[in-house]
């Protein structure tokens, strides 16, 4: 893929995620929302922001890269919180919540999401992650199993080679030129950080992704049931989302054997940006996923 391309699709992705202002003002003008709870939690070594909106069961939603909260969950936090609590929080070097002397890592980031549960004296929660957020929600369950009740991830993998190879292969040329002028960037810059470290950011963050990963085994073996989707023009491997279904039992006619508690859903005309604009869709799928009798038996004529 050449560097062109490479600059149209940071192009495209920063076209499709509206600036913080814009965000704050839909959640402003349609729902009067504001958070219930909200500020820094010391896990760590991290002074970790969150916010917590709505009452009922506990829901956590996981950004992706480069993301925080207004960037990524504005449109979904609304519709969620109006029957769960909803907690969203900044990841090590996103949003509010500044950097520190460690290098990023999946498994680290879902420790912090761990010591945050703690923090907000949650025992278990269903854990939802976008992109790399659904990398840190899998490590979530794998390293903390007892504090997750229900797995969604969308647009996320468990897997280096989950990508297509020429998404992978893009990763390793990111830097911060390509996200000059961007709502990334203006949101970094409006957050207190260091102008002249972006260039560092955006390749430290990159790193979690281009360092070769594979949890595959562990993955499988999560007890906790799962939701995985992704879009049919998404960065992220058809195989790759089936073979965890099939894993979890999965690949066969529910009506004669029984439905799986996991399910895998496949977005049509969806990409992996476009992922997070397919509110209308998504969150009534996550919705009835974490609402639903999954012992319940198929239903019958």
């Not at 969806?270 to 509110?279: E, R």
Request: glycine content about 10%.
């Amino acid at each position: 893929m050449n560097k062109l391309l490479i600059i149209a699709l940071l192009a495209i992705f920063a076209a499709c995620q509206p600036a913080s202002k814009k965000h704050e003002l839909s959640m402003k003008d349609s729902t009067q929302l504001k958070p219930v709870q909200s500020g820094y939690a010391d896990v760590n070594g991290l002074k970790m922001y969150y916010e917590v909106y709505g009452s009922g069961k506990p829901l956590v939603m996981i950004h992706g890269s480069y993301m925080n909260i207004p960037l990524n969950w504005a449109h979904m936090i609304p519709s969620l919180a109006k029957d769960r609590q909803v907690i969203v929080a900044e990841m090590q070097g996103h949003g509010r919540t500044k950097d520190i002397e460690r290098e990023l890592s999946y498994e680290g980031m879902a420790d912090d999401v761990s010591g945050l549960l703690k923090h907000l004296k949650v025992d278990s929660a269903d854990i939802l992650g976008y992109s790399m957020g659904g990398g840190i929600a899998f490590q979530v369950a794998v390293r903390h199993p007892q504090q997750v009740r229900r797995l969604v991830i969308l647009s996320g993998t468990y897997a280096h080679d989950g990508w297509w190879p020429e998404v992978e292969a893009v990763f390793a040329t990111f830097t911060g030129d390509m996200f000059k002028g961007t709502p990334i960037q203006q949101q970094y810059d409006s957050m207190g950080n260091d102008p002249a470290r972006f260039d560092a950011y955006i390749k430290k963050v990159i790193r979690v992704d281009t360092k070769p990963y594979d949890w595959s085994n562990e993955v499988k073996n999560i007890k906790a049931p799962i939701l995985m989707a992704i879009g049919d023009a998404d960065g992220v491997r058809y195989e790759h989302a089936l073979e965890l279904f099939r894993a979890k039992g999965g690949g066969k006619m529910g009506d004669m054997g029984g439905r799986p508690k996991s399910r895998l859903a496949i977005l049509p005309g969806t990409t992996h940006v476009g992922m997070m604009q397919q509110t209308d869709v998504v969150v009534p799928m996550v919705a009835n996923f974490l609402d639903a009798d999954l012992d319940a038996p198929p239903p019958t004529f």
